[in-house]
């Protein structure tokens, strides 16, 4: 829920920038995946629509995420990072859901201080 959480803060907040890892889409979008044979996106009565508000955000975020998350699908993030509106970077992590950033290591670190560097520096 961390993602959901941050972007929310950084809509209301006026957030100049923020990082998403390993963030889903939406809650009905995540019970989709492992509920198949349910209707959960009618059902869901919670929705955390993290799409609608990366769309809606117009500060730099970065988003990270990794092929190999067995919990929230690889797709999820890069959907997230296309709708992005406003300046954006992406990193692609290695590892499952709560391993990315230890096992990405020295791309993990770079990329984040890359874009706290462009965006407080240089500006994204």
Avoid: C, Q
Avoid at 21 to 39: G, L, N, Q
Avoid at 64 to 71: I, K, M, Q, R, Y
Avoid at 78 to 102: D, F, I, Q, S, V
């Amino acid at each position: 829920l961390g993602g959901s959480v941050a972007i929310h803060t950084a809509l209301h907040r006026n957030a100049k920038a923020v990082a998403l890892e390993s963030t889903f889409t939406s809650v009905p979008d995540v019970a989709a995946k492992y509920y198949r044979i349910f209707p959960v996106k009618l059902l869901a009565r919670v929705r955390l629509e993290i799409r609608e508000k990366v769309e809606a955000y117009d500060g730099a975020i970065l988003i990270a995420h990794s092929p190999a998350d067995e919990l929230i699908p690889y797709a999820m993030g890069r959907e997230l990072y296309e709708t992005a509106a406003g300046p954006k970077m992406w990193l692609e992590m290695r590892g499952n859901h709560n391993e990315g950033y230890a096992i990405t290591g020295d791309a993990y670190l770079n990329t984040y201080n890359a874009f706290i560097r462009k965006v407080f520096n240089e500006g994204l």
